[in-house]
């Protein structure tokens, strides 16, 4: 099992940008592929993005495209999600989740195996 931890959330006004981090407890490479997927109140967890490790393919939500950019350092064990232009729609928990084997949909929570605790990002109007 992979510990993962968000962090890199917080307050912010819109038109601002956050960068989030995922640290995983074990080599990257241990995981097939790492996610991020937000969920604000009263509403479903949402995908916004993943990052397969092999050959560096990027899955983007609806939610995710344009402004939303995943990343990811190998030697770091980490994961990013950066976040441009923030909206006060943006506003959620956003979650970082890990697969260790490939699955044919990075698009659906159920294909995760792993799940950090979560970082609050707010934006204010």
């Known amino acids: 099992q992979v510990q993962l931890a968000e962090s890199g959330g917080g307050l912010v006004q819109a038109g601002g940008s956050l960068r989030l981090s995922c640290a995983a407890s074990t080599r990257t490479l241990s995981t097939y592929a790492m996610g991020w997927f937000r969920q604000a109140p009263g509403k479903e967890r949402e995908f916004v993005a993943a990052?397969?490790?092999?050959?560096?393919?990027?899955f983007y939500g609806d939610s995710g495209k344009g402004r939303f950019t995943i990343s990811g350092d190998n030697a770091k064990n980490t994961v990013y999600l950066q976040i441009d232009s923030l909206k006060p729609d943006d506003t959620a928990v956003y979650y970082c989740?890990?697969?260790?084997?490939?699955?044919?949909?990075?698009?659906?929570?159920?294909?995760?195996?792993?799940w950090g605790q979560g970082t609050q990002v707010t934006v204010s109007s």
């Open positions: 989740a890990a697969v260790d084997s490939y699955r044919s949909d990075y698009y659906s929570a159920r294909s995760y195996t792993d």
């Open positions: 990052l397969r490790w092999s050959g560096g393919r990027t």
